[in-house]
């Protein structure tokens, strides 16, 4: 696989001491090892052997081939092994009817089976699609609940620096250890739902360093996965189920309770909202409201995807489709030979190609949260949410004061180019005059000399002079 080789980044902080070097190793603010996790992974601008069985696919990169020329993200790659097998099940029952006895049927029974098939992978395809959009559903709602958390927590939570610049500090600090523990519920959640036990995952394992829990206090050796064989490999990568390994493996493996990692984190996140508001940092009744609710949200994802992964397609009726299409599939030579001769085992192959592959199709997706091509990108979505708080904390948070009165604050873009400034020494009747003339000089063919006669009823003489839009404007027009 493709290893990233971009260059370590150095991170300094400002607020530091200017006799700290930052260009200097040995800085202590200067951590050599600091990798940041990329905002979008690498586009691969070449695929490799193991991209076409493993996935998800990276959502960043483009093909300019046509759908039907695509390999990447289709089912064929665990298809050549069922349509080898087709071919040479169509190959003898043609060979058998050509050269030693016909073997051929009347095809009526295509028309009665295909019916029943239809329906079979239609049932299959609609309940998978469905719980793979669910849990897009859910993963979204669990996102824009991070982000509103994150927002509550960096803009509203108060850094006491007037009472000391420790405790103001030990304000910030604590901050980032909860927006962290945001970051860890997505992180965890996902590992989670691929049945990974363990908390030395490299995207986890710095984020929950600091918290007593029951995986982490668990043998980590025995949540370890052993490499498998190429011959085992090979064997998934096509699709054979023999080859397959109980996903619930590693959990099996312990012997130890490994307890709920995003459920213990929420109890974490809880716990620090609880501390900032007893110490008035978070004082304002409807911001405890939301944040106690934005946690209740993010425990109704967490049981809403674990429901999803937990109800698979009843038994049943897998085993039911899957017979009915392999059946249907098999009895195919016979019902084709009489019309297709030795077209027969093309038109055998062709029929098992878009049957199984619509089956295959549903198998892949009924479990979104995978490792499978076409499952959804957690990794991503976990690295874009990553983001996103990183955006939030690069900046402390903001008064109104320091966007509001400022020289670029163009209050009336596109009518007026003048800044803040220029329009707090006019008058409030100079200011509503502008905003009519801005509503009235957006529509179309409107001509100056209307757009004033309109707002002469809130004209008042001022010291300043008075609004003129065909000055204001940057082009020097009304419209």
Request: glycine share 6%; aromatic share 8%; net charge neutral.
């Given at each position: 696989?493709e290893?990233?080789?971009?260059?370590r980044?150095q991170v300094t902080?400002a607020s530091?001491?200017?006799?700290s070097?930052p260009n200097?190793?040995?800085?202590?603010?200067?951590?050599?090892s600091?990798?940041p996790f990329?905002l979008?992974?690498?586009?691969?601008?070449s695929?490799?052997l193991?991209d076409y069985?493993?996935?998800?696919?990276?959502?960043?990169?483009h093909?300019?081939?046509p759908y039907?020329?695509?390999?990447h993200g289709?089912?064929?790659?665990?298809?050549?092994l069922?349509?080898?097998?087709?071919?040479?099940w169509a190959?003898?029952?043609?060979?058998?009817?050509?050269?030693v006895h016909?073997?051929g049927i009347?095809?009526v029974?295509l028309?009665?089976t295909?019916?029943?098939?239809s329906?079979?992978?239609s049932?299959r395809?609609?309940?998978?699609y469905e719980r793979y959009?669910?849990?897009?559903?859910?993963?979204?709602?669990?996102v824009?609940?991070?982000?509103n958390?994150a927002r509550?927590?960096?803009?509203?939570?108060?850094?006491?620096?007037d009472?000391?610049e420790?405790?103001g500090?030990?304000?910030l600090?604590g901050?980032l250890?909860?927006?962290n523990?945001v970051?860890a519920f997505a992180?965890?959640?996902?590992h989670?739902?691929?049945?990974?036990?363990?908390?030395?995952?490299p995207?986890?394992?710095?984020?929950?360093?600091?918290?007593h829990?029951?995986?982490?206090?668990?043998d980590?050796t025995k949540l370890q996965p052993?490499?498998?064989?190429?011959?085992k490999?090979a064997?998934?990568?096509?699709?054979v189920s023999f080859a397959?390994s109980?996903?619930?493996?590693?959990?099996k493996r312990?012997n130890e309770?490994?307890?709920?990692?995003?459920?213990?984190?929420l109890?974490?996140?809880?716990?620090?909202?609880?501390?900032v508001?007893k110490?008035?940092?978070?004082?304002v009744p409807?911001?405890?409201?939301?944040?106690?609710?934005n946690?209740?949200v993010l425990?109704?994802?967490?049981?809403g995807?674990e429901?999803?992964l937990?109800t698979?397609?009843?038994?049943?009726?897998?085993?039911?489709?899957?017979q009915i299409?392999?059946?249907?599939?098999?009895?195919l030579?016979?019902?084709?030979?009489?019309?297709?001769?030795?077209?027969t085992?093309?038109?055998?192959?062709l029929a098992?190609?878009i049957?199984?592959?619509l089956?295959?199709?549903?198998?892949e997706?009924?479990?979104?949260f995978?490792?499978?091509v076409?499952?959804l990108?957690?990794d991503?979505?976990?690295r874009?949410?990553?983001?996103?708080?990183d955006?939030l904390t690069?900046?402390p948070?903001?008064?109104?004061?320091?966007?509001?009165?400022?020289a670029?604050n163009?209050v009336?873009?596109?009518?007026?180019?003048t800044?803040y400034?220029n329009w707090?020494?006019r008058?409030l009747?100079?200011?509503?005059k502008?905003?009519?003339s801005?509503?009235?000089?957006?529509?179309?063919k409107?001509?100056?000399?209307?757009?004033?006669a309109?707002?002469?009823s809130?004209?008042?003489?001022t010291?300043?002079?008075?609004?003129d839009?065909?000055?204001d404007r940057?082009?020097?027009n009304?419209?």
């Open positions: 696989m290893q990233d080789k971009s260059p980044l902080d530091s001491s200017n006799s070097n200097d190793p040995t800085s202590p603010i200067v951590d050599p600091f990798k990329p979008r992974t690498k586009t691969h601008t695929l490799e193991d069985f493993l996935g998800p696919r990276d959502m960043n990169h093909s300019k081939l039907f020329l695509r390999l289709s089912v064929f790659p665990k298809m050549i069922p349509l080898a097998i087709v071919g040479g190959t003898a029952i043609t060979c058998i009817s050509k050269f016909d073997l009347n095809s029974l028309t009665i295909g019916f029943v098939v329906l079979a992978l049932f395809s609609t309940t998978a959009m669910e849990g897009r559903k859910y993963w979204a709602q669990l824009v609940t991070s982000r958390m509550l927590i960096w803009i509203h939570t108060a850094e006491r620096h009472v000391s420790e405790q500090k030990a304000d600090l901050k250890t909860a927006l523990l970051n992180v965890a959640l996902k989670r739902l691929r049945f990974e036990p363990s908390v030395e995952y995207d986890l394992q710095p984020l929950i360093a600091n918290l829990t029951l995986a982490g206090e668990a980590q052993k490499k498998a064989t190429p011959w490999t064997g998934e990568y096509l699709g397959e109980n996903p619930r493996k590693l959990i312990s309770n490994l307890g709920n990692l995003p459920l213990e984190i109890t974490y996140l809880g716990s620090y909202m609880d501390h508001m110490s008035g940092q978070l004082s409807i911001h405890q409201t939301h944040a106690i609710n946690i209740a425990a109704d994802v967490l049981t995807t429901r999803i937990t698979p397609v009843p038994i049943a009726y897998s085993i039911s489709i899957s299409t392999w059946v249907y599939i098999l009895v030579p016979f019902q084709l030979y009489k019309s297709l001769g030795w077209v085992i093309f038109g055998t192959i098992a190609y049957i199984l592959g089956a295959a199709i549903g198998y997706i009924e479990n979104p995978g490792h499978d076409n499952d990108p957690l991503a979505y976990c874009e949410l990553a983001g996103d708080i955006v690069s900046m948070a903001p008064t109104a004061e320091e966007f509001i009165a400022t670029e163009k009336l873009f596109p009518l007026s180019m800044s400034e707090k020494s008058s009747a100079d200011i509503r502008a905003l009519r801005k509503a009235t000089t957006a529509a179309p409107l001509s100056l000399e209307r757009a004033n309109q707002s002469q809130t004209n008042a003489a010291a300043v002079p008075a609004f839009p065909s000055k940057p082009d020097g009304a419209c």
